[in-house]
């Protein structure tokens, strides 16, 4: 891999570069890397700073609500003045602040049939962070036929589930485990 990585990088990820798992090859792919983060909420908020922080090069986070109040209990990319701004653009700041040099994408859009193959294309692993069935289905439906691997995760009180899903690498996808969604009565919010 020809990625070097600058003076600034060496000095703030040197706690990775003494990882034997990580090291200097390993710093560099994640600076290589492209992850795209579906949703700013819950999921989203310790996904794109921990991400963001360890010096994945490239961030695109997919969000098109608004920071509430109400939310940030759980949604801790966002803060009280934040209340209002898109998600995006907050979670932006909040991770540019952490890493300057990282960079961020932001599409303040839902995920839909017409966009998502377009912006999947672009990355090399998607993270569902999406918080709703139809954008957990498309997300998975989307990643399969662009064939990147998907990191899923969801969370519902004091449960939470996490998987990969790598059906190009010999694995199965969502639908293998979940064929369709459930009935929209039986889906708490
Ligand atoms: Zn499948």
Redesign the pocket.
């Known amino acids: 891999m020809d990625i070097q990585l600058t003076n600034d990088e060496i000095g703030r990820y040197s706690r990775h570069l003494t990882l034997p798992q990580v090291g200097m090859a390993g710093q560099k792919k994640m600076k290589a890397a492209r992850v795209l983060l579906i949703g700013a909420g819950g999921l989203g908020s310790p996904l794109g700073l921990y991400l963001g922080a360890a010096g994945i090069g490239h961030l695109g986070i997919m969000d098109h609500d608004t920071v509430d109040v109400s939310n940030l209990h759980r949604q801790v990319a966002h803060g009280t003045k934040d209340a209002g701004r898109p998600k995006v653009e907050s979670i932006k700041d909040t991770i540019t602040n952490i890493n300057p040099l990282i960079e961020v994408t932001t599409y303040q859009e839902r995920l839909t049939r017409d966009n998502a193959l377009r912006i999947f294309q672009d990355y090399d692993v998607i993270v569902d962070g999406s918080d709703n069935f139809a954008t957990r289905y498309l997300t998975n439906d989307a990643a399969?036929f662009a064939q990147k691997p998907l990191v899923y995760g969801s969370i519902f009180m004091f449960e939470g589930q996490i998987t990969v899903f790598h059906?190009h690498g010999g694995g199965?996808?969502?639908?293998?485990l979940y064929s369709s969604p459930p009935p929209a009565a039986l889906v708490p919010s």
């Open positions: 399969f059906p199965p996808c969502y639908r293998c």
